[in-house]
């Protein structure tokens, strides 16, 4: 991360500024006060900004993204790259469409195998993995041990998974 901040006006927003470090600040009373982000039902840090007497939610990563990003046509959603949500330095935020998101997304809450696309089928008593390798098409192969479906998961995800 640089250990220069950068802090630049908010378009659209007067009397607010983004910084590459992710803070939103205020200079509404004339100096600069950084908000306080909070967290959002799934995770992401939100700021309420204020215009022509209503309150608008917005999250940070995004206001980052939009104003110091430049926007990758055909990439419509912004990604941590570290998949940790409330990151919103500029370094950890990138444009990808909807297949490259989901390809970054982190382990479900359920995951006992601690890979993604690797879990326990009780019904078969064998470990299964699985991929997504394009709209509706997904690959599956069951396994007797954990070892060989991670090992066949990440192959697929060499073959398939290129961002």
């Given at each position: 991360m640089?250990?220069?901040?950068?802090?630049?006006e908010l378009p659209d927003w007067p009397d607010y500024l983004i910084s590459t470090f992710g803070y939103v600040y205020s200079e509404k009373?004339?100096?600069?006060?950084?908000?306080?982000?909070r967290k959002n039902k799934k995770g992401y840090l939100c700021v309420g900004l204020w215009k022509d007497g209503k309150q608008y939610p917005k999250r940070i990563h995004r206001l980052v993204a939009e104003?110091?990003?430049k926007k990758v046509k055909g990439k419509e959603c912004i990604d941590h790259i570290n998949?940790?949500?409330?990151?919103?330095?500029?370094?950890?935020?990138?444009w990808v469409n909807k297949r490259e998101?989901?390809?970054?997304?982190?382990?479900?809450?359920?995951?006992?195998?601690g890979v993604k696309g690797v879990s326990y089928d009780n019904y078969y008593n064998k470990w299964v993995a699985e991929i997504n390798i394009s709209k509706g098409k997904r690959?599956?192969?069951y396994f007797k041990y954990?070892?060989?479906?991670?090992?066949?998961?990440?192959?697929?995800?060499t073959k398939y998974y290129v961002i």
């Open positions: 640089s250990d220069v901040e950068y802090i630049i009373t004339g100096e600069l006060v950084k908000l306080k982000g104003t110091l990003i998949q940790i949500k409330t990151d919103n330095t500029v370094e950890n935020l990138r998101n989901s390809i970054n997304k982190g382990l479900q809450n359920n995951n006992k195998s690959k599956r192969k954990k070892e060989d479906a991670i090992k066949w998961r990440e192959d697929m995800e």
